[in-house]
């Protein structure tokens, strides 16, 4: 049973600091995405990490995968409020039928002043 | 260009009511997926469909059908529903070559 579990669900942190989220999964896959949802919205796509070592960046936010921890990491710097909403991790599972897209349990993120 | 349509966006049913959640994509998106979202469980993927013509179970199916109308159009029914079915479902569409997946703004449904 393919797994997906990001650390930590809840975080409250002050604007201006530092912080990293963390997605563990269980797959061989070596592709990784990130998604956005504010309250009571959709999920809007943030990063795709296609490659082990791969690294991307918008903003505040950067994003890293490595394959072979199966570890992708979603670090924040110099938090700011418009950065509080939910964010998930998912990855796809190829097979013979399609892709399938497994997600995190999402990590709630709230800025303080 | 409207992306994925999920109606309807609200709906209270008794247990053992039956409906049907649609959505529509008009992006000419090959795959489109059901995913139901719970508190502290994220999203977890109920059916999805590669193609037109095709249908197959993701990690939650039991107490679900789908239909595949169309290219455009994927649609989930709840034959008879139940408490454990109230939940927020998200409708979600992929171009083949694409690794994104694009939603919709979702549906909540409460089951009494």
């Known amino acids: 049973e393919l797994k997906v579990e990001q650390n930590p669900l809840f975080l409250s942190m002050q604007e201006g600091k530092n912080y990293t989220i963390y997605c563990n999964y269980s797959t061989t896959s070596d592709r990784l995405y990130w998604y956005r949802q504010d309250p009571g919205k959709s999920l809007e796509s943030l990063f795709v990490l296609l490659s082990n070592g791969a690294v991307k960046q918008e903003g505040r936010l950067m994003a890293s995968l490595d394959t072979k921890a199966r570890l992708s990491t979603l670090h924040i710097t110099a938090a700011v409020h418009d950065l509080s909403a939910t964010y998930f991790c998912a990855v796809d599972n190829p097979s013979n039928t399609g892709n399938q897209f497994y997600f995190g349990t999402g990590t709630s993120l709230t800025v303080i002043p | 260009n409207a992306g994925v349509t999920q109606t309807p966006k609200f709906q209270v049913l008794k247990t053992g009511q039956s409906m049907t959640l649609q959505c529509a994509q008009d992006m000419n998106h090959n795959s489109m997926y059901w995913y139901r979202q719970d508190p502290g469980m994220g999203l977890r993927l109920i059916y999805y469909?590669?193609?037109?013509?095709?249908?197959d179970k993701g990690e939650v199916p039991n107490g679900y059908n789908v239909s595949r109308l169309n290219k455009r159009e994927f649609s989930l029914r709840l034959e008879s529903a139940a408490p454990s079915q109230t939940s927020v479902y998200f409708c979600?569409?992929?171009?083949?070559?694409?690794?994104?997946?694009?939603f919709g703004a979702g549906s909540r449904l409460t089951v009494l």
């Open positions: 469909s590669a193609s037109e013509g095709t249908t």
């Open positions: 979600a569409s992929r171009l083949r070559a694409s690794n994104v997946l694009t």
